[in-house]
Structures are given as structure tokens and as C-alpha cells.
């Protein structure tokens, strides 16, 4: 197969490009603040997403543990 498929060229085309740009650089060093805000609160999103994922595994597990005893409860507001 010839080396100038437009896969390869596309794969060749990613593997040479940087992720950090002059520009990127430039506005961390302008704005550490700034900067280190944004990677504190992508951590804790991060991180809240993680113990969310991590409590709605336990809670699955513990439904089918319990098999037949489980019981639904609709939590709507809607009375009578």
C-alpha cells in the first residue's frame, strides 16, 4: 500500500503537532491565578464525578444484593 493514503497522511499529520501552543504558554505565565484556578475546579469536577459514579455503583449493587426485598420508592412530591 502506498505511503500517501490519506490515513497515513491524517496519523502523520497528528503525530507531529504539539498541544501546547506558544499563545497557551504565554496566557499561563500572564495569569498564574487564573490558570491555577481553572486546574482546581477541573480536579474537583473531576473529583465529584468520580465519588458520583462511584456511589451509583455501590447503590446498584446493593439493589441486586438485596434481590427481592427492594422496594422503589417514588420521591415525585405528588400526593394522594
Known sequence: MP??????????????????????????SRNPRLAAATLALTLTALA???????????NESARRKAGDLYVSVDRSGGGI
Open 3 to 28: 505511503s500517501h493514503t490519506p490515513i497515513r497522511q491524517a496519523a502523520a499529520a497528528t503525530t507531529t503537532t504539539t498541544t501546547s501552543s506558544p499563545a497557551m504558554k504565554r496566557g499561563v
Open 48 to 58: 465529584v464525578q468520580q465519588v458520583s459514579s462511584s456511589r451509583t455503583r455501590e
